[in-house]
């Protein structure tokens, strides 16, 4: 069964461009041996530059250009507010899809209080706790919410899992104070705010060696994210072949006034490609839009990961 925020249990584009896909910006490393989209400043996007004066025809694969140009027209047509950002390792660039747009988290907020308590853990010296190994895989792997609450106050509350947002370089998230969604039992952990940019962070902590988390604690947390259950693993998952590894997170919240807010975050490997995507929808007449919007966003942004500069 798939458990998420729906039940109390159950639960850049180039500057030219911009007139057709509003805000879309490319943010490219200083340089080369800095590839953690987390210190990345932001700028035009560096040249492709040949590996050597013999080899001028040599290329980075990847785009040139961000991956959601194409798909411009698609989501012009699409309802609801569409933000999404994606960082390829191999060339080191992150192209973001309608920047600084803020959105709820709903259950992918679960990937923060997972970092949270294994941060908590390496800074504290100590083993993960028995109730954080309890918690943390139901948390993860089948989105319950009851788990994800109790391991919430486990890890210390939203300030805790500020301060993990702040190491990590989340600079526009901001965890939820609210037991509850107003009007509704539905726990409030919810409610936290995100950027698509934000969520590509996040995952990229897991994803790649960094100073914030352990090579052993972000094993843990990606082993968990390969094997949500096979109801839960669409929306980043679209158009990536099954051999392809996908440690993936989903999201889903009906909104009163809103619709329905659809995310999915995750790692995408194989087949040439190694990337972090993150997409957020809100406004969505029904569930099922919101998926779809991000499975045809997915499965462009595989193809085009996949092509030659």
Known sequence: MR???????????????????????IIAPPSAKRSDPAKNTRTTGP??????????HTHLTGPAISPFVSLSNYLAGRQGTITAAVYDKRTGKTWIYHPGVREDTASIVKVEIMGTALWNAQNAGTSLS???????????????????TSMLANVGGAPAVARFDRAAGLTATTPSTQKYIPGTTLPGWGLTTTTASDE?????????????LTTAHRNYGVNLMLHVESDQRWGISGGVPASASVA???????????????NSIGWVRG???????????????DEQYGIDTIEAIAASVYRQLGARA
């Not at 040249?47 to 001028?56: C, D, G, H």
């Not at 028995?130 to 994800?148: Q, Y």
């Open 3 to 25: 458990h998420g925020i729906m039940k109390p249990f159950q639960l850049a584009a180039v500057c030219v461009l911009a007139s057709v896909i509003a805000g879309c910006t």
């Open 47 to 56: 040249a492709n530059r040949s590996k050597s004066p013999k080899a001028s």
């Open 130 to 148: 028995s109730t954080a190994t309890a918690l943390m895989p139901p948390m993860i792997e089948n989105s319950d919410n009851d788990a994800a």
């Open 200 to 212: 590509v962070k996040l995952v990229s902590k897991f994803a790649y060696p960094n100073s914030v």
């Open 248 to 262: 993936i997170k989903n999201g889903w919240l009906p909104l009163a006034g809103h619709g329905w807010q659809i």
């Open 271 to 285: 087949h040439g490609r190694n990337y972090v995507l993150a997409v957020l929808t809100v406004d969505n007449p």
